[in-house]
């Protein structure tokens, strides 16, 4: 439990998250009724305790599109479970979602701040929508909220909101948290908008990261592009003062609610599952991929090193199955549907190529798993392959090892990922293009003995049930100086 300062003078102030999804799916039934799903995750598991408190609200787009119905009034109308939270629809057309959401975000800035900017579409009219929208999403916020409430904006949907807010209220304060890293700058160079978005960014009172090395990115990148600036990042929280304005900048590695996992992959059905899992592939150990369907999670680059360890450590060969479960994302990018056609590719090559009567050396699956089938998933599993190109944190390799309650896993883990950072003395690193050096670490931890894999998941375990979900959400916000100054609420973050 954390106390909080309640000398302060100041009463409790209003939480309000803003991202690009509620987090709430909208589905429509065959016979045209809607139905809402709360969708969980782990910044709502972490906020939803103060956003309850503090009658916090939510505003973000719920995911859907849909002619003649007000998806508003539907959501005002829904009673989210966990609590008193307020949903706030921020509602956009189908012109919108193309540009905004499929264009500028997932075409342009998705790829760039993954280092992939030979994947970056530059289109003027993507920009342009995405402005309106990150100004729509302003607009919602201060229509729905008041001065002293504090404003919470996640990720590289919205990059521009503060700038917005400002133009509409210059007294109105945002902070931001960027899930995604941030390029260097040779990278953000390319970017033809990148004198506006920076400037809109240093529009910021906070800006958190995932990782140092993005923050120290983002800094060499504002202080090329920006005349007069001082910094000072010697202090945990860099200020960053321009001509005008003053605002810190820090790094807080997102995790995951470490008791919700081992607590659900230790129940009755988890095991029964893990277990069934287990013996459907007699005698063959289980090494898990979990994705989704994205080109930065190196699935390719996997597969190649999978079909390369089958090649050259034939003793593998019946003795280890990869159960690769792949999420759709993004299907209607063409780059997205190119991606799936590789990895089906690839996997028939290396199911053709190697399957024996009784073992099939990929399972495959391209569907959500429900989260008590994930959790059977990571406990059934002896190694998980997290192999990403470049990836904010990954909280797959936080969710196996929380889930691996036996502690007798083993994390193959990307040295791009940011989560290699917290996990880099316990996992396995690799380099996802090195296909070589990925089976070779394959084989490694194939044979790794039971006591090092103990003492690897141990540490891992320990490390993450530390530094949750909880722990994120209360070190960012106390940077953001948002627990200092509530006087009537007791915060839980529990651990
Ligand atoms: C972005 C950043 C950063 C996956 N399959 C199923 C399922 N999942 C859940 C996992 C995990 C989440 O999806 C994926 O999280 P990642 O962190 O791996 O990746 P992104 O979606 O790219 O997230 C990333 C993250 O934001 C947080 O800041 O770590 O770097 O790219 O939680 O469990 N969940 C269920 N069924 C599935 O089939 N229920």
């Given at each position: 439990?954390?106390?909080?300062?309640?000398?302060?003078?100041?009463?409790?102030?209003?939480?309000?998250?803003?991202?690009?999804?509620?987090?709430?799916?909208?589905?429509?039934?065959?016979?045209?009724?809607?139905?809402?799903?709360?969708?969980?995750?782990?910044?709502?598991?972490?906020?939803?305790?103060?956003?309850?408190?503090?009658?916090?609200?939510?505003?973000?787009?719920?995911?859907?599109?849909?002619?003649?119905?007000?998806?508003e009034q539907l959501l005002a109308a829904y009673r989210y479970p966990l609590g008193s939270i307020t949903l706030k629809a921020v509602t956009l057309t189908q012109d919108e979602v193309q540009h905004y959401y499929s264009g500028f975000s997932n075409e342009t800035i998705w790829p760039l701040f993954h280092d992939l900017h030979s994947r970056c579409k530059f289109d003027p009219e993507d920009w342009l929508v995405y402005q309106a929208v990150n100004r729509k999403f302003a607009q919602a916020i201060i229509d729905n909220s008041d001065v002293d409430d504090y404003i919470w904006v996640h990720d590289y949907h919205l990059l521009l909101v503060a700038r917005e807010?400002?133009?509409?209220?210059?007294?109105?304060?945002?902070?931001?948290?960027?899930?995604?890293?941030?390029?260097?700058?040779?990278?953000?160079?390319?970017?033809?908008?990148?004198?506006?978005i920076m400037r809109a960014l240093l529009e910021y009172d906070l800006i958190g990261f995932q990782t140092l090395?993005?923050?120290?990115?983002?800094?060499?990148?504002?202080?090329?592009?920006?005349?007069?600036?001082?910094?000072?990042?010697?202090?945990?929280?860099?200020?960053?003062?321009?001509?005008?304005?003053?605002?810190?900048?820090?790094?807080?590695?997102?995790?995951?609610?470490?008791?919700?996992?081992?607590?659900?992959?230790?129940?009755?059905?988890?095991?029964?599952?893990?277990?069934?899992?287990?013996?459907?592939?007699?005698?063959?150990?289980?090494?898990?991929?979990?994705?989704?369907?994205?080109?930065?999670?190196?699935?390719?680059?996997?597969?190649?090193?999978?079909?390369n360890a089958l090649e050259r450590f034939e003793d593998l060969r019946c003795k280890v199955t990869l159960v690769q479960i792949i999420i759709p994302s993004r299907a209607h990018i063409l780059e997205y549907q190119k991606l799936k056609a590789e990895v089906d590719g690839l996997i028939s090559e290396i199911n053709g190529q190697f399957a024996e009567s009784g073992w099939v050396p990929v399972q495959y699956m391209f569907r959500s798993v429900d989260r008590a089938e994930l959790a059977a998933y990571y406990r059934?599993?002896?190694?998980?392959?997290?192999?990403?190109?470049?990836?904010?944190?990954?909280?797959?390799a936080k969710e196996y090892c929380a889930s691996n309650v036996d502690e007798n896993g083993v994390l193959i883990l990307s040295e791009f990922a940011g989560a290699a950072v917290q996990m880099r003395r316990n996992a396995m690193l690799v380099n996802p293009y090195d296909i070589e050096g990925v089976a070779n670490t394959i084989y490694k931890a194939y044979n790794m003995g039971g006591a090092e894999r103990k003492?690897?998941?141990?540490?891992?375990?320990?490390?993450?049930?530390?530094?949750?979900?909880?722990?994120?959400?209360?070190?960012?916000?106390?940077?953001?100086?948002?627990?200092?100054?509530?006087?009537?609420?007791?915060?839980?973050?529990?651990?």
């Open positions: 439990m954390m106390k909080v300062d309640r000398n302060s003078a100041k009463s409790t102030q209003r939480l309000i998250l803003v991202s690009n999804r509620l987090p709430v799916a909208l589905d429509r039934s065959d016979s045209g009724e809607w139905h809402i799903t709360p969708s969980s995750g782990g910044l709502v598991t972490a906020l939803a305790p103060i956003l309850r408190k503090t009658r916090g609200l939510w505003i973000g787009w719920p995911g859907a599109t849909a002619e003649g119905v007000d998806l807010l400002h133009a509409i209220d210059p007294g109105r304060r945002a902070v931001f948290f960027l899930h995604t890293p941030f390029p260097s700058v040779d990278i953000y160079d390319k970017l033809p908008w990148r004198q506006q090395r993005d923050r120290s990115n983002f800094i060499h990148c504002a202080e090329s592009l920006t005349k007069g600036l001082y910094v000072n990042a010697r202090k945990r929280l860099a200020v960053i003062q321009t001509p005008s304005r003053e605002l810190r900048a820090g790094v807080f590695p997102i995790s995951i609610d470490f008791r919700e996992f081992s607590r659900l992959a230790a129940t009755k059905e988890v095991v029964r599952r893990s277990i069934q899992l287990r013996e459907d592939i007699p005698g063959c150990r289980i090494i898990l991929g979990v994705d989704r369907m994205d080109y930065s999670k190196g699935i390719s680059q996997r597969l190649k090193a999978f079909r059934a599993a002896d190694m998980a392959l997290v192999t990403p190109l470049k990836d904010g944190m990954n909280l797959v003492d690897r998941m141990r540490r891992l375990r320990n490390s993450i049930r530390r530094h949750g979900i909880s722990w994120w959400a209360s070190r960012f916000l106390q940077a953001a100086n948002y627990t200092k100054q509530q006087s009537t609420i007791e915060v839980q973050f529990p651990q």
